[in-house]
């Protein structure tokens, strides 16, 4: 599976940002797929996941201002990221993984090469 994550910029508070991940490969299934933030000095964070079923999962810090988004047709994750603020600021990857749980980083085999989103106030 190979993972290209992109959409990345700067952006003030407030604003919006679109990332898209295209993905590519065998034994792939975009219900196992999902993005993760790391901002320096930190452990990677989960902000949002496709589960079993088509049910979309988000963590606590951005539900109601993040979505995640799919075409299955052309293997593409999205998350559209709305009333962005500056703790939003981090590298954005796009995951997918196994069998684990969606939650946890630990969880996905394969990563994207990850995309810079600043936010500035």
């Known amino acids: 599976v190979q993972l290209q994550a992109s959409g990345g910029g700067q952006v003030q508070a407030g604003g919006s940002l679109r990332l898209s991940c295209a993905a590519s490969?065998?034994?792939?299934?975009?219900?196992?797929m999902g993005w993760f933030r790391q901002a320096p000095g930190k452990q990677r964070e989960f902000v949002a996941a496709?589960?079993?079923?088509?049910?979309?999962k988000y963590g606590d810090s951005v539900r109601g201002r993040f979505g995640i988004f799919r075409d299955d047709t052309k293997n593409m994750l999205y998350l559209q990221m709305n009333n962005l603020r500056s703790e939003d600021t981090a590298i954005y990857y796009c995951?997918?993984?196994?069998?684990?749980?969606?939650?946890?980083?630990?969880?996905?085999?394969?990563w994207g090469q990850g995309t810079q989103v600043t936010v500035s106030s």
């Open positions: 995951g997918a993984r196994g069998s684990g749980y969606y939650l946890l980083a630990s969880s996905y085999k394969y």
């Open positions: 496709w589960t079993a079923g088509g049910s979309p």
């Open positions: 490969g065998q034994d792939l299934s975009i219900d196992r």
